[in-house]
């Protein structure tokens, strides 16, 4: 039980580390780094118990092969351009960091129970981001759109992060979607989905971030369809008319990716046209430095191309990859996507149509993938560890969980190698047909 809380306190502390803003006196430690110590150091004095799957991990090949990407990234900077090393260091270090929690809560050797008590933590944690982002949308009131009354939640301070905060409460509805859908006899469960659903729709409204309006219709149709067609196309004809119950802010902010010019014509609005000047921007940078221009140089080259965007980000993971990290970076990014998405293919196909909970937690992590992926085409959260972070804890436990499923009898018999015997001994004392069914187990030592 205690390593189970330790294992919760990073997925707890992880999306709320602003509010956690401690200097640690240590160049390049932060708090986050800290705490990541002390759990990997528990699970690794714990002993083999903590180990039980001995397969090589599904996503460590391309995680060490974004790895490898990044860190020559790092040096191409180094040698073209140089900076404050230790600040590109650090910036190295913490792109590093956070898909490490794949590693450790992969090994976390729950149980079945303990694994899935895990994963709803991670729920219930995005579900408290979306409430602290529905009390600010209540304290900015939904009236007429406002660009600086946009809702952050615990991912900034001002409305600067509205979007990072929109995508990952658009990653996680698919799990709570899913989970409404696909429970059949678990009505408790079910209901708190729905609760998560409706809080995550709201927060996502709060935050006024158009792409995950359209990431969360996308990921909902996608499950209402694998769920039920006849379903999916009742629904999407209710919700027509529902679009007039949405607040004027929400239709408003929608409506505003189109304007009107002088004379009439249709033009898209000054935060959408920028993306694609800065794309355009970022192809002609990576025409011109076929290798990247380095990691974390991206802002001091942009206004060699585009003036007018000078020290901008690249709003696209997709393309500040290629810009900074040339053609075998975004190769290891989409290698990455496409292994998590697969994975979560396998999962699907592991369980049997009898388990409710594999299935919906299997489905909605695929489009979890998927919207994690969309996430990233307009906007650049990848690298964030309070938005992604948990995605990568989630990857870990979801393997762990689905391994356990596809081998019981392998891991029981793991777990009771890892018994200590004096509590072997405790169940035989208690149980004496268990010590008869099994005497060399369950004998005194």
Not at 20 to 43: C, E, K, Q
Not at 52 to 63: A, C, E, I, S
Not at 185 to 197: E, P, S, T, V
Not at 279 to 294: D, I, N, T
């Amino acid at each position: 039980m205690w390593m189970r809380l330790l294992l919760a306190v990073p997925l707890l502390f992880m999306p709320n580390m602003l509010h956690f803003s401690v200097d640690t006196g240590i160049p390049g430690l932060n708090l986050a780094n800290i705490i990541f110590i002390v759990v990997l150091a528990a699970l690794l004095m714990a002993g083999r118990r903590y180990a039980p799957l001995k397969q090589v991990g599904y996503l460590t090949p391309p995680l060490l092969t974004l790895f490898f990407a990044l860190t020559l990234s790092f040096l191409v900077a180094q040698a073209t351009l140089q900076r404050d090393f230790m600040e590109d260091f650090t910036y190295l270090k913490n792109l590093l960091f956070y898909p490490l929690l794949y590693f450790v809560y992969r090994r976390c050797g729950q149980d079945l129970k303990g694994t899935r008590q895990l994963i709803i933590f991670v729920m219930i944690v995005a579900a408290l981001a979306g409430l602290e982002a529905i009390r600010e949308g209540l304290d900015y009131g939904f009236g007429n759109y406002n660009e600086s009354r946009r809702a952050s939640g615990p991912f900034g301070v001002d409305y600067s992060t509205a979007n990072r905060a929109g995508v990952f409460y658009a990653m996680f509805l698919p799990m709570f979607i899913a989970m409404a859908l696909f429970f059949r006899k678990q009505n408790f469960w079910r209901l708190a989905a729905i609760g998560g659903c409706g809080i995550m729709v709201v927060a996502i409204m709060a935050t006024y971030s158009r792409q995950s309006y359209l990431i969360a219709l996308v990921a909902f149709a996608l499950l209402l369809v694998r769920r039920n067609v006849v379903l999916a196309i009742a629904i999407s004809v209710l919700m027509i008319p529902a679009i007039s119950f949405l607040p004027e802010s929400v239709t408003q902010r929608v409506a505003e990716t189109e304007q009107q010019d002088a004379v009439g014509e249709e033009k898209l609005d000054v935060s959408t046209a920028s993306r694609f000047e800065i794309w355009g921007g970022a192809m002609e940078m990576w025409s011109e430095h076929p290798l990247g221009v380095g990691l974390n140089r991206f802002k001091q080259y942009i206004g060699n191309y585009v003036p007018r965007y000078a020290g901008y980000d690249a709003h696209s993971i997709y393309f500040l990859m290629l810009a900074e990290c040339g053609p075998l970076g975004l190769l290891a990014l989409l290698f990455l996507l496409g292994r998590v998405l697969w994975m979560g293919i396998r999962f699907t196909r592991s369980v049997p149509a009898s388990d409710a909970e594999g299935k919906a937690l299997s489905l909605g992590f695929i489009l979890l993938t998927v919207s994690t992926a969309l996430g990233n085409v307009y906007g650049s959260p990848f690298f964030e560890g309070a938005v992604m972070a948990n995605f990568w804890a989630l990857c870990g436990l979801m393997e762990h969980y689905f391994a356990l499923k596809s081998a019981p009898a392998t891991t029981t018999a793991a777990f009771a190698d890892a018994m200590p015997a004096s509590a072997a001994s405790s169940i035989g004392q208690r149980f004496p047909l268990a010590a008869r069914l099994s005497p060399g187990k369950y004998r005194s030592k």
